[in-house]
């Protein structure tokens, strides 16, 4: 099933999170994957904005989905280490039912980073507890070193991977 949520609250959501399950087909396992890009921008209207939407999405969640296997994953325009975490407390503060799975990235040399030409990690994968023993390694893929031309053409944005055990 797949699905656009929060269709109408364009100011917590400028651009709808996009839900979606997928089934796994070797182990018949079954995942949500929530897609976010949140506004971008850092002065303290976006930052509301952002931390708006991470409280409602959270309330989302919590209410429908609660014992769901969730990656919510995306472009959520502020950091997660920080002063990000404030954006995002609502999730951070909950560390028994959320956990962002690139903090190592997010608190680590900006050679990773998500987003170089700021530099920041913007980009971010959080799991629900559901999730936390199936994770195994998260990591930025850095395409600028086979395709040169991989910011103009493509997204100046790298792509986080999340492999599961």
């Known amino acids: 099933s797949a699905e656009a949520i929060f ?10 999170p996009f839900k979606i399950k997928v089934r796994h087909i070797g182990s018949g396992q079954e995942i949500y994957l929530i897609n976010l890009h949140l506004k971008a921008m850092s ?3 976006s930052v509301k904005r952002r931390k708006d939407a991470a409280t409602k999405l959270k309330q989302y969640m919590d209410e429908n989905m609660p014992n769901d296997k969730v990656v ?3 472009d959520y325009n502020d950091r997660i280490s920080a002063s990000g975490s404030q954006t995002f407390y609502s ?3 909950d ?3 959320y956990r962002f799975v690139d903090m190592h990235i997010a608190i680590g040399s900006s050679t990773w980073f998500s987003y170089p030409s700021w530099p920041s990690h913007i980009d971010h994968l959080m799991v629900t507890n ?5 994770v195994d ?3 930025i893929y850095r395409p600028e070193i086979c395709v040169p031309e991989y910011r103009e053409t493509v997204t100046d944005h790298r792509p986080l991977v ?3 055990k």
């Open 95 to 97: 560390a028994e039912n």
């Open 43 to 45: 002065d303290a209207e």
């Open 91 to 93: 999730f951070v503060g």
């Open 7 to 16: 269709t109408g609250d364009s100011y917590a959501f400028p651009q709808p």
């Open 72 to 74: 919510v994953l995306g």
């Open 162 to 164: 999340l492999f599961f």
């Open 137 to 139: 390694t998260v990591k």
């Open 130 to 134: 559901e999730l936390f023993s199936a």
